[in-house]
């Protein structure tokens, strides 16, 4: 079974590019470009360099000695929550930001739900030097407000998402309808591994860092390159797919996805999309996606901004229909325990993405000499004010 | 022969109009369609509504949203134009994004499209490659013409091959840019519209996006062989009654 893209954009029957015409000659430039871009030994040696001095590279992969206490197992954190900007995004924000300038475009263009891709975006634009508009549903704009002001001090312009929902889906619409607006001289710096083909490829490819700094430290740790689990987070599924890509073919390393399930899975308002989700198209691709019988997208809910989007990845989609993946859903009240108990047992404050992945512990049991290792894909202090109203801190 | 390769032989400059099905009410379609073949529209876009219409400018956006609170599915949209060959005969299309029509099955949403007389579909976010591919022997079989977009942006070479694969006409979105939002065009538009037309294309083309008034329309039908007008209409219908329409269409010729 092959686990990746495939010549025609597709991981088995998702993906795909679904796009109206007007859209068409820029994906097809970034299709036709990307690998090449990518394997071009300047771009690489930038790409790596700017990992390295400016996002803080590698990222440490740490033994979580009191929660594999508790948990009876052996649990490691990659932890992206210590990059430049706190969290992976800014892996594939540098990847495209230098894939927009070797195309000629001078300015960007992102949504952002949580924020944090929004300033992982205004981060590396500021860094080049090019101007910035990011797209955000209303909603989001009130739930993470430090990233908002955060991407304004980068000098990016943040323009709300009023329409539907108002929180990630919208923010993507709102982002496609300027890149069809402003064909010539944008590039669309998507967030996650969504998005017509080569979006869901380019952005995994960017985010795969993630793994290879897994393989060769945990070689330096354990021994061995290949953990018995890697567990993430998925919204759109860009840190799962960071997390996975160079196990995808490891038989012997087992992976599970972790969804949002909001205030549960039958409540309705949930963001569990492989549970709740249907073949269908999202922003460009074939995927599963939450959608009434009629074909019109629903609202998703989750307490997370980063995780309440109604499609996953196709890739991803791919892993949950093969049964590659293992997928789990986690409600708002069992993410916010196991953020608060990271803090309380590792002395680390997680986003509420991130909780939900290490929620898994009290769901599921491990053997003691497992190795597990989870994508600690974000920090939580755009959560403060959300932590701070739950826990009445 | 399809009732849009008909209208597409007849020496005039072809009105079409776009509106979005369960706008303003759920049960207006049908009157708004009589309405406007009454006043002399040659061919009308049954808009389906969409969640998520990417294509859209703020007009479509807000109608659409409309129409599904009032209830418009493809199931009701088929249902109220069970007759409608009865008392009307110009073209009519169905626009509407690829979700809804793949939910309800293509080839069931083709078969349904031919037993109430609609003759095309345009389906924006479906690509021409796709479509070519996967579905144009289905779409064929129901005999429905389905109709693509070009943009300024679209290069010559793939505008030959959307005009291979194109037995209507050709689609061709004024400016870069989402439905309603033009002004006016200018020099940019029509340097555009004079190199498709110098292209002798085997489809006419219908030119969309933008047109809102009689100067528009006439500049548009100077170079293609007819323009669409949607926004502008929707304006129209969310502050005039049906009956008014009249009105709306011998404002633009
Ligand atoms: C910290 C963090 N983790 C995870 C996510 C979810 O995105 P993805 O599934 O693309 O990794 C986000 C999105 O904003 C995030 O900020």
Known sequence: MNYNVNEKGYYGEFGGAFIPEMLYPNVEELRQKYLSVMAEPDFIKEFNQLLKDYVGRPSPLYYAKRLSKKYNTKIYLKREDLNHTGAHKINNTIGQILMAKRLGKTRIIAETGAGQHGVATATVCALMGLECIVYMGEIDIARQAPNVARMKMLGAKVVPALSGSRTLKDATNEAIRDWINNPVNTHYIIGSAIGPHPYPDMVTRFQSVISEEIKWQLKEQEGTENPDYVVACIGGGSNAAGTYYHFLHEQDVKIIAVEAAGLGVDSGESAATSVLGKEGIIHGCKTLLMQTKDGQITEPYSISAGLDYPGVGPMHAHLAKTGRAEFMAITDDEAMTAGLELCQLEGIIPAIETSHALAIFEQRTFKPDDVIVVSLSGRGDKDLDTYIKYFKL | ?253
């Open chain 2, 1 to 253: 022969m399809n009732r849009i390769q008909n209208k597409l032989q007849e020496d005039k400059k072809l009105l079409s109009i776009y509106f979005t099905a369960g706008y303003p009410n759920l049960d207006d379609t049908i009157n708004i369609i009589q309405e406007l073949e009454k006043n002399g529209v040659d061919m009308i876009e049954i808009g389906l509504p969409f969640s998520d219409p990417l294509a859209d400018g703020p007009t479509i956006q807000a109608s659409s949203t409309k129409a599904l609170k009032n209830g418009m599915t493809s199931e009701v949209l088929f249902n109220q134009l069970k007759d409608i060959r009865k008392t009307v005969n110009i073209p009519l299309i169905i626009m509407g994004y690829f979700n809804p029509i793949l939910q309800y099955g293509v080839e069931a949403f083709c078969k349904k499209c031919q037993e109430v007389g609609i003759d095309g579909l345009i389906i924006p976010d479906l690509p021409v490659d796709v479509y070519h591919d996967d579905y144009k022997s289905t779409f064929e079989t129901y005999g429905l013409i389905n109709v693509f977009l070009i943009t300024p942006q679209t290069s010559d070479e793939r505008i030959q091959f959307i005009d291979s694969v194109s037995n209507g006409f050709i689609y061709m979105v004024s400016s870069a840019s989402v439905t309603g939002s033009q002004s006016g065009f200018g020099d940019e538009n029509t340097r555009y519209f004079k190199r498709i037309a110098n292209m002798n294309l085997q489809n006419p083309q219908i030119i969309g996006f933008g047109i809102s008034d009689s100067k528009t329309f006439t500049q548009a039908t100077e170079y293609a062989q007819g323009a669409i007008i949607g926004s502008a209409f929707i304006k129209f219908l969310s502050d005039h009654p049906i009956d008014k329409i009249s009105k709306f269409v011998t404002s633009i010729r």
